[in-house]
């Protein structure tokens, strides 16, 4: 596609369900990266791809959430058993190379209640 | 620290300029970037600049990097209502892997 697209673009749901956010990154990028904005906050990282591979873990805030890429194209993020602090704009972006322009999506506005 | 810094709020008139600062962590970071934010929209790269390089002109912004101090400016002439926004510092990180963090940005508000 022309930009790179998130799906769905707002989340309502229960604590305790699972959620999976989906994003499509602009075509040939293989890089992809995976941010968090809560309310009046910045972006806080929490992964990103080369490829299908992702080096560094290290920002997913807990082993409640979970990401894959595959076909160095579409990733998904999942958030079990959410909690209300997972209430947040989930962002995806892409760049061509790691050190190039990262271009980002809309955004998933997840709300837990 | 382990963050980048901005200052939350920063309020000119119409067609002064502004100046929004950024503190950030990593000396080996190469590209540092600005990238604006509109209401409702996402975020859209507005410049970076390379490590090696002192200073970026581009139209009405202004780029300035101070890498001894690990700080970054970014400069916006003749501020216009359509410049109000949230401005996002952000670095690339080279060491612990290529992630790039952002500050928490500033709210650049303009009164016309």
């Known amino acids: 596609g022309a930009g790179v697209s998130q799906s769905p673009s707002n989340k309502v749901t229960e604590k305790g369900k699972d959620v999976e956010l989906r994003c499509d990154p602009i075509s040939g990028h293989t890089a992809l990266y995976w941010y968090r904005q809560r309310l009046g906050q910045g972006l806080e990282f929490l992964i990103y791809f080369q490829g299908n591979s992702a080096p560094d873990k290290s920002g997913l805030p807990s082993d409640r959430f979970s990401a894959e890429r595959t076909g160095e194209s579409v990733s998904t993020l999942t958030i079990q058993r959410t909690q209300q602090e997972d209430s947040a704009v989930y962002l995806c972006?892409?760049?061509?190379?790691?050190?190039?322009?990262?271009?980002f999506g809309q955004g998933t506005r997840l709300t837990v209640v | 620290g382990e963050d980048v810094e901005q200052s939350l709020f920063l309020s000119v008139r119409e067609g002064d300029s502004s100046v929004i600062n950024c503190t950030y962590t990593?000396?080996?970071?190469?590209?540092l970037y600005w990238y604006k934010q509109e209401p409702g929209a996402g975020l859209q790269l507005l410049t970076y600049i390379f490590s090696n390089m002192d200073m970026k002109q581009d139209q009405r912004l202004t780029v300035l990097l101070n890498k001894k101090d690990k700080h970054l400016s970014l400069r916006i002439a003749d501020t216009q209502t359509g410049d109000s926004a949230i401005y996002f510092c952000a670095e690339r990180r080279n060491t612990g892997g290529f992630k790039t963090i952002f500050g928490a940005g500033t709210r650049l508000f303009v009164k016309a």
């Open positions: 972006a892409s760049s061509l190379l790691m050190n190039t322009e990262a271009f």
């Open positions: 990593d000396s080996s970071s190469t590209y």
